[in-house]
């Protein structure tokens, strides 16, 4: 019965849609994947059996057409505009000045009351997206903002993107403008796979989204990650009064998004220049956090009729501007190549770069890593490099400018001796990492290991910081974390810049140290790939610091998340006679470890956290994540620091943020601090 077989294939295209929709732009599936799939294959297999009852919307042909040759032309209706920047408080202020005037509308003490949207400026490419009564019917680069590019087969493997409204309540036509990009964590997937097919890598999001949208063969496109916001629209014509729209841009976004349309979540209403800065701060902050690029803020006046009477300059409406964010990127030039040697020996090899101020700060340093990343960029002293520094991310050098080198240059080698202490330098087969030889001879190294004993987490000693550790090293006035006990209140009293009273609590905050938890203590050794967790794990397993150190690699094996590399650094650090001479010396200095008391392990198993994987996130009221973690691990949990279906658990603070969401999303159960206490009884 063919129309009821229509019947089912406009069910399943619908159901279809909807769930794209709540899984795309509400970011709220309501069904697994799973289930997506089968509904999915249910319709590919109806259409099969029934050709010509596809339809160029249904969600099984988003790579219809075969590769093209070139792409077409095509003419904006409406020009697709460009957006004035501001730097600084100074020129927004500024802006938001012209607008007052504009618009002959007084400051009210001073302040402004122009009520704007505040948007993340994207880092990808603008696109027009046209549709007719519902229906996708094409899509155009900006080009020259006149004339761009006929991109519509591969926006259509855009699973964000629509190939119908749903509803039907939007405008005849409705062109819509957004931006399309490649979300971080899908570039980073598609850099790995080219690194390992030995292809070439996209050099940033934004390339790789262009490079991607533009390919001939929609059937490439539709195997790159790209994701659509929407945030303006074009030519809209024949809705209901009006053209259908809100009067508000903010509204209109809304709408857009019930016409199942992406639009980014981060969006939102503010009301004149302080709470615009307010916002640009904010998301400034979270800028690493957000799952995609974004190189600014954009604000725009909120009211449609203000933007009608405040019109456009040249190629850029006068109603918005985007405050641009501090550049990642920079060019500069190598000065120098010198090597730093790391607590464990590393050796890294760090550029010196004529200075450049980049992600908001001045750099004239930057990691270049190690000699593989040296070779594989092909850096030389000379050189003009790009340098990046995002967050609070080292800067490092990302590559040579292209064509920038003049003449030849020699290239970068490896030191043979240590620059610190002279040790020779050991390159291990398939390590990238050189290292020194001399362990805690070197006082690279033993700076850095006494910086690590006292750090808040190892041995938490107040106002031991990393300076005042150089210094003493400098000064011989330790050569091991064990003389640090033996420091004096005058003796610190005499160093620079040190004061009585500094002094004098230094060695109280040294007394109070003397009593660390076996864990810690462990973890202060600053033994090579034994963290926090494995200190514990291995705290609570062998429970006194002796039998830690005359353990064997077998029972070390046994340990939760130890495997042979990291058995063998234990090992080999409690092998090292030098090493067990500063652990003598540090229990000679009165350091009495607190050692864990035997459990009896039937009540382990009673414990609701035996075994079981927890994730912390937020604020918690009372205890630090650290100590949280510390109990869970004691109560025989694992504690990971991402959320997966593996997880048994995700403990819950104040602000707890995209962790949450994606418990809820994974049915993980929730629980906050109160119930972890009583689930500990
Ligand atoms: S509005 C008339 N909003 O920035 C308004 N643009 O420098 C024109 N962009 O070509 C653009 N995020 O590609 C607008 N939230 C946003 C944006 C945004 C990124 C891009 C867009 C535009 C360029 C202008």
Redesign the pocket.
């Known amino acids: 019965m063919p129309s009821s077989i229509k019947k089912q294939i406009e069910t399943l295209r619908e159901q279809l849609r909807y769930h794209a929709y709540q899984y795309y732009v509400l970011d709220d599936p309501d069904i697994p994947d799973a289930e997506y799939d089968r509904l999915y294959k249910q319709l590919v297999a109806l259409e099969e059996e029934h050709p010509d009852l596809v339809t160029s919307d249904s969600p099984t042909q988003r790579v219809g057409s075969s590769p093209l040759t070139a792409f077409e032309q095509i003419q904006h209706q409406m020009p ?4 004035d ?1 501001v730097f600084n408080e100074e020129d927004l202020q500024a802006f938001d000045q012209r607008i007052h005037d504009r618009l002959n509308i007084d400051r009210v003490d001073g302040d402004s009351e122009i009520g704007y949207t505040a ?8 696109i027009s997206i046209r549709y007719e009564d519902g229906e996708l019917i094409y899509a155009a680069t ?1 080009g020259d903002g006149t004339t761009g590019e006929n991109v519509t087969q591969n926006i259509r493997t855009l699973q964000s993107v629509p190939l119908r409204l749903l509803g039907d309540d939007y405008p005849q036509v409705l062109e819509v ?3 399309v990009f490649m979300p971080k964590a899908g570039f980073d997937a598609l850099n790995k796979k080219a690194k390992q097919a030995g292809e070439k890598e996209f050099v940033n999001p934004r390339n790789a989204a262009a490079g991607s949208l533009r390919q001939l063969d929609p059937a490439i496109t539709a195997t790159r990650p790209l994701s659509l ?1 929407c ?2 629209t074009g030519i809209v014509e024949g809705g209901a009064e009006g053209n259908g729209l809100a009067d508000t841009h903010y509204e209109i976004l809304q709408q857009l998004k019930g016409f199942g349309l992406p639009v ?1 979540s981060e ?1 939102k209403k503010v009301s004149g220049v302080k709470s615009c800065l307010a916002y640009y701060e904010d998301i400034l902050k979270r800028r690493d956090e957000l799952p995609y690029d ?1 190189d600014g803020i ?1 604000y ?1 006046v909120n009211d449609i009729a203000l933007q009608n009477r405040l019109g456009f300059v040249a190629r ?2 006068r109603w ?1 501007i ?1 405050h641009k964010f501090p550049a990642q990127e920079e060019v500069s030039r190598v000065v120098e190549v010198d090597f730093q040697v790391g607590r464990t020996g590393a050796i890294t090899p760090v550029a010196r770069l004529e200075p450049v101020f980049v992600g908001g700060v001045t750099v004239s340093n930057a990691t270049l890593h190690n000699m593989d990343e040296i070779r594989r960029k092909d850096i030389r002293v000379g050189d003009q490099v790009i340098v990046r520094r995002a967050g609070d991310v080292i800067p490092e050098v990302v590559r040579v400018v292209p064509g920038s080198r003049k003449k030849q240059l020699p290239e970068i080698q490896m030191l043979s001796a240590c620059p610190v202490c002279g040790s020779a330098v050991e390159q291990i087969e398939g390590e990238a990492v050189a290292r020194c030889t001399g362990g805690l001879y070197c006082k690279a190294q033993r700076a850095e290991a006494i910086k690590h004993f006292a750090s808040r987490k190892a041995m938490d000693i107040d106002g031991l910081g990393d300076k005042l550790v150089e210094l003493l090293v400098e000064q011989e006035l330790i050569h091991d974390v064990a003389d640090l006990y033996q420091l004096t209140a005058e003796a610190l009293a005499s160093l620079e810049r040190m004061g009585e009273k500094s002094a004098a609590n230094l060695v109280a905050a040294l007394a109070a140290s003397k009593r660390p938890k076996l864990s810690r203590f462990i973890y202060a050794l600053g033994i090579r790939e034994v963290g926090e967790t494995t200190a514990m794990n291995l705290a609570n397993e062998f429970r006194t610091l002796k039998a830690i150190q005359t353990s064997e690699y077998e029972s070390l094996l046994e340990v939760q998340d130890i495997g042979p590399i990291v058995a063998q650094h234990i090992v080999n650090f409690f092998q090292q006679p030098h090493n067990i001479e500063v652990i003598d010396k540090l229990l000679a200095a009165g350091i009495e470890v607190q050692e864990v008391e035997k459990r009896d392990p039937s009540e382990l198993e009673n414990s609701d956290f035996a075994g079981k994987t927890v994730v912390i996130t937020g604020t918690l009221p009372t205890f630090s994540r650290g100590e949280a973690k510390d109990r869970l691990l004691a109560a025989g949990a694992k504690v990971t620091g991402s959320i997966s279906v593996k997880t048994d658990f995700l403990l819950a603070g104040d602000k707890a943020g995209s962790k949450l969401n994606k418990a809820e999303k994974l049915g993980v159960t929730v629980i906050d601090e109160a119930t972890m206490l009583e689930m500990l009884g």
Request: proline letters at 7%; a positive charge.
């Open positions: 697709m505009l460009s957006l920047n948007e993340p400026k994207l880092d990808g490419l603008a900006r403008r957004g931006e916001y945030y303006s980014c969006i974004i954009v725009k850029a409406p918005a985007a």
